[in-house]
């Protein structure tokens, strides 16, 4: 029996060789090529050996992948934290704004599309602010000079960029000690510290770097206490710099070669250097005190105007030591009236009966920085006149040129040597010197030309500088400059876009055509433009918002001619006739100059009389200045179809 229900033996070694040569020679399967050769035949010995080792479930195997790329990325997210100051998060979500801003603008900017256009223009507005916001640091200085070259951006992204101030929470004072031992090998303060006193709270937290007020041990020359002004710059600016400038960098280059052709990458290696340098604090101890010799050697200046002095035995590349100045900072518009004296009395509210009783409920006065000096000579017509004729004399006599003028780097004080009655002569005080910009003999020659060619409308002469520095469009080129409108004649108007006619992407496409055709070679384009035209937009800004007490076109062009009638004396070269034509020409510019103020006080006396007197009228007690951004707006709507804000060029 147990013969008969055993298998023969040879009949099971014809099965298997019958199954393997019909496995050599039917065709391939999938499943076949899945099947091991010692596959045992019996379909229950099979089942039962996969239930014995079964596959690891799926989701189970998912899961702990995930689990893996999670803690993977944590770590990673942690180190770049701890150890290289998020540079490497800061550039993806970098790199992530600019493609979603991009792929934006691929998907949306069509014509089918332009209804849609200022919703689009609200997000792109949007995620760039909050970039630069969440990333901080040197982001903050990028958005600066972008927001103060943005009177052709869409109105949403001026809107933003007025919006952004160099303000940031303070690094705890650990942080701070960490640094000095690191720069000196000695705490801030203490028996072997740097200083005998040291403020832990900071004075004032920027992006980049903070202030605290210490006293040096040793005393001044006098006797007297020295307190100085310590900026420090925060530890994580140094390890985030070079990603964030390689982000600012790819993204421009990626902006202007594949998304929208616009020249921008021309001036990247330029903007790059100096941010660079501005993180040096030695170089900023060096320019201040460079600065601070050329104004010493000016006639005009000299007492005027005062750099704070510099400590080059306490400051390295990331602690700067200056002296401290007690004054009134330009940014505070209402002390600084009061401290010059426009102001008719104490900004508090009127005494009234019984406002000492403990149940009164009227406002307690309200103080002003500028009570705590005398009353200064003057008015804001010094301040506005000292400061345009420093900077004119920056560009056209030195060649030396501080490029963030913000009315929080300027302080008004007392003059120091100016007695101490109750009214006394004010000093002009320079802070900030870590952004400044050379300028070469040729490029001061040529820019004082064109003011001068500018003011008299000399057609050929802005051409000709046009035309030497790659710019298209002499007109346009005139009214940035001026920060006016100028149209010359020779030019008219013949081809100048129907803006008004056009849909926003009709619009868009038009300014694009415009910006391309003024930028014409951008290779012999002066970079220092950049920085100077946002010198004069901000010295420009300031004047306006202190009501336009000074002709700031008129003291810009005096020192532009003055400039050149000093380089003709110097040229013995010079022919005796083109000597004449000089003279002539310098005649013709003074009687253009007189006609400028004809002009400007007109526009004082009206503004002064509706004032006074009041009126229903719109424009009715605007100043100079206000007038010429009032016609500026005018001027980019008809020219680029873009919308400007009111007050857009204020310090």
Same mark, same amino acid.
């Given at each position: 029996?147990?013969?008969?229900?055993?298998?023969?033996?040879?009949?099971?070694?014809?099965?298997?060789?019958?199954? $393997?040569? +019909?496995?050599?020679?039917?065709?391939?399967?999938?499943?076949?090529?899945? #099947?091991?050769?010692?596959?045992?035949?019996?379909?229950?010995?099979?089942?039962?050996?996969?239930?014995?080792?079964?596959?690891?479930?799926?989701?189970?195997?998912?899961?702990?992948?995930?689990?893996?790329?999670?803690?993977? $990325?944590?770590?990673?997210?942690?180190?770049?934290?701890?150890?290289?100051?998020?540079?490497?998060?800061? =550039?993806?979500?970098?790199?992530?704004?600019?493609?979603?801003?991009?792929?934006?603008?691929?998907?949306?900017? &069509?014509?089918?599309?332009?209804?849609?256009?200022?919703?689009?223009?609200?997000? #792109?507005?949007?995620?760039?602010?909050?970039? *630069?916001?969440?990333?901080?640091?040197?982001?903050?200085?990028?958005?600066?000079?972008?927001?103060?070259?943005?009177?052709?951006? @869409?109105?949403?992204?001026?809107?933003?960029?007025?919006?952004?101030?160099?303000?940031?929470?303070?690094?705890?004072?650990?942080?701070?000690?960490?640094?000095?031992?690191?720069?000196?090998?000695?705490?801030?303060? %203490?028996?072997?510290?740097?200083?005998?006193?040291?403020?832990?709270?900071?004075?004032?937290?920027?992006?980049?770097?903070?202030?605290?007020?210490?006293?040096?041990?040793?005393?001044?020359?006098?006797?007297?206490?020295?307190?100085?002004?310590?900026?420090?710059?925060? @530890?994580?600016?140094?390890?985030?710099?070079?990603?964030?400038?390689?982000?600012?960098?790819? !993204?421009?280059?990626?902006?202007?070669?594949?998304?929208?052709?616009?020249?921008?990458?021309?001036?990247?290696?330029?903007?790059?250097?100096?941010?660079?340098?501005?993180?040096?604090?030695? $170089?900023?101890?060096?320019?201040?005190?460079?600065?601070?010799?050329?104004?010493?050697?000016?006639?005009?200046?000299?007492?005027?105007?005062?750099?704070?002095?510099?400590?080059?035995?306490?400051? +390295?590349?990331?602690?700067? !030591?200056?002296?401290?100045?007690?004054?009134?900072?330009?940014?505070?518009?209402?002390?600084?009236?009061?401290?010059?004296?426009?102001?008719?009395?104490?900004?508090?509210?009127?005494?009234?009966?019984?406002?000492?009783?403990?149940?009164?409920?009227?406002?307690?006065?309200? +103080?002003?920085?500028?009570?705590?000096?005398?009353?200064?000579?003057?008015?804001?017509?010094?301040?506005?006149?000292?400061?345009?004729?420093?900077?004119?004399?920056?560009?056209?006599?030195?060649?030396?040129?501080?490029?963030?003028?913000?009315?929080?780097?300027?302080?008004?004080?007392?003059?120091?040597?100016?007695?101490?009655?109750?009214?006394?002569?004010?000093?002009?005080?320079?802070?900030?010197?870590?952004?400044?910009?050379? *300028?070469?003999?040729?490029?001061?020659?040529?820019?004082?030309?064109?003011?001068?060619?500018?003011?008299?409308?000399?057609?050929?002469?802005?051409? %000709?500088?046009?035309?030497?520095?790659?710019?298209?469009?002499?007109?346009?080129?005139?009214?940035?400059?001026?920060?006016? @409108?100028?149209?010359?004649?020779?030019?008219?108007?013949?081809?100048?876009?129907?803006?008004?006619?056009?849909?926003?992407?009709?619009?868009?496409?038009?300014? &694009?055509?415009?910006?391309?055709?003024? *930028? +014409?070679?951008?290779?012999?384009?002066?970079?220092?433009?950049?920085?100077?035209?946002?010198?004069?937009?901000?010295?420009?800004?300031?004047?306006?918002?202190?009501?336009?007490?000074?002709?700031?076109?008129?003291?810009?062009?005096?020192?532009?001619?003055?400039?050149?009638?000093?380089?003709?004396?110097?040229?013995?070269? *010079?022919?005796?006739?083109?000597?004449?034509?000089?003279?002539?020409?310098?005649?013709?510019?003074?009687? !253009?100059?007189?006609?400028?103020?004809? $002009?400007?006080?007109?526009?004082?006396?009206?503004?002064?009389?509706?004032?006074?007197?009041?009126?229903?009228?719109?424009?009715?007690?605007?100043?100079?200045?206000?007038?010429?951004?009032?016609?500026?707006?005018?001027?980019? &709507?008809? =020219?680029?179809?873009?919308?400007?804000?009111? =007050?857009?060029?204020?310090?």
């Amino acid at each position: 029996m147990s013969t008969l229900l055993r298998p023969p033996r040879r009949a099971v070694h014809a099965t298997s060789s019958s199954a $393997l040569l +019909t496995a050599a020679f039917a065709r391939p399967t999938a499943r076949a090529r899945l #099947v091991p050769a010692h596959r045992p035949a019996h379909p229950r010995a099979h089942a039962s050996s996969s239930a014995a080792t079964p596959p690891p479930a799926r989701p189970r195997r998912y899961a702990r992948r995930t689990a893996f790329i999670l803690l993977g $990325l944590g770590l990673a997210y942690e180190a770049d934290r701890q150890f290289n100051a998020s540079a490497i998060g800061r =550039n993806l979500r970098t790199l992530w704004t600019c493609l979603v801003i991009a792929l934006d603008y691929k998907l949306n900017f &069509k014509p089918e599309k332009a209804h849609e256009i200022p919703a689009l223009q609200e997000r #792109v507005a949007e995620r760039v602010y909050n970039l *630069l916001t969440s990333n901080g640091g040197l982001y903050i200085k990028i958005g600066q000079a972008i927001g103060n070259n943005a009177a052709l951006l @869409p109105k949403p992204l001026q809107e933003k960029f007025a919006s952004l101030f160099d303000d940031a929470p303070q690094v705890p004072y650990a942080v701070v000690d960490a640094v000095f031992r690191a720069e000196f090998g000695r705490p801030p303060a %203490g028996p072997d510290g740097v200083f005998e006193v040291f403020e832990e709270r900071a004075a004032a937290s920027a992006s980049i770097a903070q202030v605290h007020r210490a006293k040096l041990k040793t005393p001044a020359e006098d006797g007297s206490e020295q307190w100085v002004a310590v900026k420090i710059q925060k @530890p994580d600016v140094s390890r985030q710099v070079e990603w964030d400038l390689a982000a600012f960098r790819a !993204v421009m280059w990626v902006y202007e070669n594949y998304l929208f052709d616009l020249p921008v990458y021309f001036v990247v290696d330029f903007i790059t250097d100096h941010l660079r340098r501005e993180l040096d604090f030695s $170089l900023e101890a060096a320019n201040a005190q460079r600065t601070a010799s050329f104004i010493a050697d000016s006639p005009t200046l000299a007492g005027r105007v005062y750099i704070p002095r510099v400590f080059p035995e306490l400051s +390295t590349s990331r602690v700067l !030591v200056a002296e401290w100045i007690d004054g009134v900072r330009l940014s505070d518009r209402r002390a600084i009236a009061r401290l010059m004296g426009d102001s008719p009395g104490p900004d508090s509210t009127p005494a009234v009966a019984g406002t000492n009783s403990p149940d009164s409920n009227a406002a307690p006065a309200r +103080t002003s920085e500028a009570d705590r000096f005398p009353r200064l000579r003057g008015g804001t017509e010094w301040v506005m006149r000292t400061m345009v004729e420093l900077f004119s004399a920056q560009i056209f006599d030195w060649g030396w040129v501080h490029c963030d003028p913000h009315p929080g780097n300027i302080i008004i004080r007392p003059r120091p040597d100016s007695g101490s009655g109750s009214v006394r002569e004010p000093q002009f005080v320079l802070l900030d010197h870590g952004l400044y910009v050379r *300028l070469s003999p040729s490029f001061q020659a040529q820019y004082a030309r064109l003011w001068k060619g500018l003011l008299t409308l000399d057609y050929a002469v802005v051409r %000709g500088v046009a035309s030497e520095w790659g710019i298209g469009m002499p007109d346009l080129f005139a009214s940035a400059t001026l920060m006016r @409108p100028v149209r010359f004649a020779q030019q008219g108007a013949e081809g100048l876009p129907d803006f008004e006619r056009m849909d926003e992407y009709e619009r868009g496409v038009a300014m &694009k055509a415009r910006l391309k055709g003024f *930028l +014409t070679d951008t290779d012999k384009m002066p970079k220092e433009l950049v920085f100077i035209g946002r010198n004069m937009r901000i010295v420009q800004g300031n004047n306006q918002s202190f009501g336009s007490p000074v002709n700031r076109i008129r003291i810009t062009g005096e020192w532009a001619a003055r400039s050149l009638l000093r380089a003709h004396a110097r040229d013995v070269a *010079l022919s005796p006739v083109r000597r004449l034509r000089e003279l002539v020409s310098h005649a013709l510019f003074r009687a !253009v100059m007189f006609t400028s103020d004809v $002009l400007f006080w007109i526009a004082r006396a009206r503004q002064w009389f509706w004032r006074r007197f009041g009126s229903g009228r719109v424009h009715g007690g605007e100043g100079f200045e206000d007038e010429l951004e009032r016609t500026m707006r005018n001027f980019a &709507k008809a =020219n680029f179809g873009v919308d400007i804000p009111q =007050n857009v060029f204020e310090g």
